[in-house]
């Protein structure tokens, strides 16, 4: 289908970019990799009356350390995520989970922040963020502020982010030491997950200390299974994880749509988390 008009504008910093967004306001759409926002063009899903493409912005690429904490640009690709040595040796979860999204011709278009900023339950990257306890920078007219993932994703498609605020890098830490595993169930290769888990383990003396597990597509936002990171803690074998697997899904609340009814993803939610800490622990 043909998209709607829409004005166009490139902005060549962040404060030029801000100031596009905040004059136009709702009205405006930011266009990174467009993976996410020129499919809702094209369905006439989307009617923005400016798209601001903030491609061409410097310095929103790359990984660098800042201490204990791992710092992604915001328009870094999947691609350079998954290639990064950085990200594989600290956030080893963040370069698994992004391996998995779509296919390489996705991948090497679509962006971080623009995978996070695009807030999709189903999306693989939103619960591996809540699994990492990343935080997210924006940028807006009153300067830099630093977002928890827990408080990003507030609704189904709908962020943290004000209309003027601009994502401009995502802040890890550093996961070195923990097992970790993205274990997702989806009907045909490149689709969206049914269901996806973001697994991170820590063990002590062969029993898992800690656990966080992140939820995809089993609510309208990402989840963290909760309930199941505390049964995890003390687990020393299979049984005990499957135990702990099993309140995977409480207190969520899974969709139902052609793919998979609500208790179906129930389900998924319990055998993948299983699979995952059992992999992430290396006690698969």
Do not use: C
């Not at 209309?163 to 097992?179: F, I, M, N």
């Not at 689709?191 to 003396?205: K, T």
């Not at 702990?244 to 998924?268: F, I, N």
Request: hydrophobic content about 45%; charged content about 25%; proline content about 6%.
């Amino acid at each position: 289908m043909i998209p709607p008009a829409f004005e166009y504008a490139r902005p060549g910093t962040v404060e030029e970019a801000v100031r596009l967004l905040g004059e136009a306001g709702d009205e405006a759409k930011v266009l990174a990799g467009g993976q996410s926002l020129l499919p809702l063009l094209r369905l006439r899903l989307a009617f923005p009356e400016l798209v601001v493409d903030v491609g061409r912005i410097p310095g929103l690429r790359g990984v660098r350390e800042d201490g204990d904490t791992l710092v992604i640009g915001a328009l870094t690709t999947h691609h350079d995520v998954i290639r990064d040595p950085l990200v594989r040796r600290h956030a080893g979860l963040l370069a698994q989970a992004t391996a998995t999204v779509a296919d390489p011709a996705v991948r090497h278009r679509g962006t971080l922040g623009g995978s996070l900023a695009h807030a999709d339950p189903a999306g693989d990257l939103p619960a591996t963020l809540l699994a990492l306890d990343g935080e997210l920078v924006a940028v807006g007219p009153g300067g830099r502020r630093a977002v928890p993932a827990r408080e990003f994703f507030v609704d189904y498609l709908q962020s943290a982010l004000s209309p003027d605020e601009l994502l401009v890098e995502v802040r890890l830490p550093k996961a070195d030491g923990w097992g970790f595993h993205y274990e997702k169930f989806q009907r045909v290769a490149q689709s969206w997950a049914i269901v996806g888990v973001a697994a991170l383990v820590r063990r002590e003396n062969g029993h898992i200390a800690e656990a966080r597990v992140g939820l995809t597509n089993m609510g309208a936002t990402p989840l963290r299974a909760a309930a199941a990171e505390t049964a995890l803690a003390g687990a020393d074998g299979p049984d005990a994880v499957a135990r702990a697997a099993r309140s995977a899904a409480e207190g969520t609340r899974p969709g139902q749509d052609a793919s998979a009814s609500p208790d179906y993803r129930a389900h998924l939610a319990e055998v993948l988390t299983k699979r995952a800490v059992l992999t992430a622990a290396g006690m698969g």
